[in-house]
DNA sequence: AATTGCTTCAACCGCAACCCT
DNA sequence: TAGGGTTGCGGTTGAAGCAAT
């Protein structure tokens, strides 16, 4: 039984033989895909047109990065599920060449039990319950809350409506996302807390930044490119935050994070063009900015409310990470 | 060597959104 | 506006491969 699409026709199912995909690529490389359902009779494939168009994009795409998964793109999965939850789609547009189905994929197989590993929920990327005890006892982390923070890269801020950012925004770009709201006296993220792994703070107070975007989680997450000792080696919710001397950070990166360094000097050079634009437009208007940004309310959406769970920002609810 | 259990990942399914008439 | 076709997406399945026994 094939799908409805093509129920009258006589289709073959499973693994795609080499002749079949040989077919496939012959087809679309000199005629273009068009329209899906019309290519198997064309390409000469007793395969659905969904078929077809599934086997392209997921495996026969040329422009397909194939292989494992780096750390620094194992990174990116993390960080923005954190963000958006299980929107494949979304996810993969910020891993060039990957596949929603390879990052799902990856998800199930390798990241999700990783993350519980570490005793952090999947879905919710916040710690799971019976391991709040065991991390407060092996890192000396404390916190009296009931709810657990999530590590989510934006709190809530019911007057934030801008952004310069989109689905569409590459990772990079996004991590460098500064906040806008006025609230915030201290807009942007300092460089040195970009590059520094360790730079985390014990609540909001200590760190006013961390208000709209805990980009120091995620440029912590990115100068770690193992990935999940975040929790374990820096307590990235609590701790002393020690800002570095920029002229000592490159000796503070570990070799593999060197090589994010580059990534790293482009996002503290975006963000200090942020922090530019952001003044400037603080001079033209203070209340001009939300009118014209090009924010996507379907980011935001997903933004505010990862997963289901929900950072309340109000100072009412404020946590006691102490160490 | 055979069996069993586990993991991975390609492929399928169903649904929703979009497009066209 | 309605309805049919198409496309895109996320969840799920099951075959293949591997490791343990």
Redesign the pocket.
């Known amino acids: 039984?094939?799908?409805?699409?093509c129920s009258k026709q006589k289709?073959?199912?499973?693994?795609?033989s080499p002749e079949e995909?040989e077919k496939l690529v012959n087809y679309i490389t000199t005629h273009g895909?068009?329209?899906?359902?019309?290519?198997p009779k064309l390409a000469g494939l007793q395969?659905?047109?969904?078929?077809c168009?599934?086997?392209w994009?997921?495996?026969l795409r040329p422009d397909l990065k194939?292989g494992?998964f780096s750390s620094q793109e194992e990174r990116i999965i993390i960080d923005v599920h954190r963000i958006?939850?299980?929107?494949?789609?979304?996810?993969?547009?910020h891993l060039p060449g990957r596949?929603?189905?390879?990052v799902?994929?990856?998800w199930?197989?390798?990241i999700k039990?990783k993350l519980l590993a570490q005793g952090l929920d999947p879905n919710t990327h916040n710690l799971l319950p019976s391991h709040k005890t065991n991390n407060i006892h092996n890192n000396g982390c404390n916190f009296s809350h009931s709810n657990p923070k999530p590590t989510s890269l934006f709190s809530v801020n019911s007057q934030m409506t801008d952004a310069s950012v989109n689905m569409n925004t590459p990772f990079s770009t996004l991590l460098s996302f500064p906040p806008t709201d006025n609230n915030f006296s201290s807009p942007t993220i300092p460089i040195y807390e970009l590059l520094n792994p360790n730079a985390v703070w014990t609540n909001q107070e200590q760190n006013p930044s961390s208000l709209m975007g805990s980009a120091s989680s995620v440029s912590s997450s990115l100068l770690n490119p193992s990935g999940f000792d975040s929790v374990q080696e820096n307590c990235m919710w609590s701790g002393s935050f020690q800002p570095m001397e920029i002229t000592k950070q490159d000796e503070m990166l570990q070799p593999e994070q060197q090589v994010l360094k580059p990534q790293l000097e482009m996002m503290a050079s975006e963000v200090e063009m942020k922090k530019a634009d952001k003044l400037s437009d603080e001079q033209n208007n203070m209340d001009a900015s939300f009118v014209n940004s090009n924010f996507d309310f379907d980011f935001m959406e997903s933004t505010l409310m990862p997963c289901g769970t929900f950072y309340n920002a109000s100072p009412m609810d404020q946590f006691a990470w102490d160490c």
């Open positions: 039984m094939g799908h409805h699409c289709v073959k199912r499973g693994l795609w995909d895909h068009g329209s899906w359902s019309s290519v395969r659905c047109g969904k078929s168009r599934l086997r994009i997921n495996y194939r494992s958006l939850g299980n929107r494949w789609a979304q996810i993969a547009k596949t929603d189905n390879e799902k994929n990856f199930n197989s390798c039990k």
